[in-house]
């Protein structure tokens, strides 16, 4: 049995729709102040893919990596599942 991985190729739409979504600001992060209670920050993973490299943090940058190939590889998987949903619409 060939698995076709054939909809993981960069397409405008896929690059587009990834980018926009590492885009949002998805990573939230709860900071305790010294003098009490929480701060809360989120954070947007395209600018941490261009900061942790900055401040030498290697292992964080990779992560980053790590989730924007996560995100290319669901939204590719969305995308191609749609296509077929609406081909099949359209036959029926």
Same mark, same amino acid.
């Given at each position: 049995m060939k698995?076709?991985?054939k909809f993981l190729s960069p397409r405008l739409v896929n690059i587009l729709i990834t980018l926009v979504v590492i885009s949002l600001p998805l990573l939230?992060?709860?900071v305790q102040l010294p003098e009490g =209670?929480?701060?809360i920050v989120w954070h947007r993973p395209i600018i941490l893919l261009v900061l942790y490299?900055?401040?030498n943090e290697y292992y964080a940058f990779?992560?980053?990596? =790590?989730?924007?190939?996560?995100i290319y590889l669901v939204v590719s998987?969305?995308?191609v599942l749609a296509s077929k949903v609406l081909k099949s619409k359209?036959?029926?």
């Open positions: 698995i076709n991985l939230r992060e709860r =209670g929480y701060e490299p900055q401040m990779f992560l980053m990596v =790590g989730f924007s190939l996560l998987a969305v995308l359209r036959k029926s």
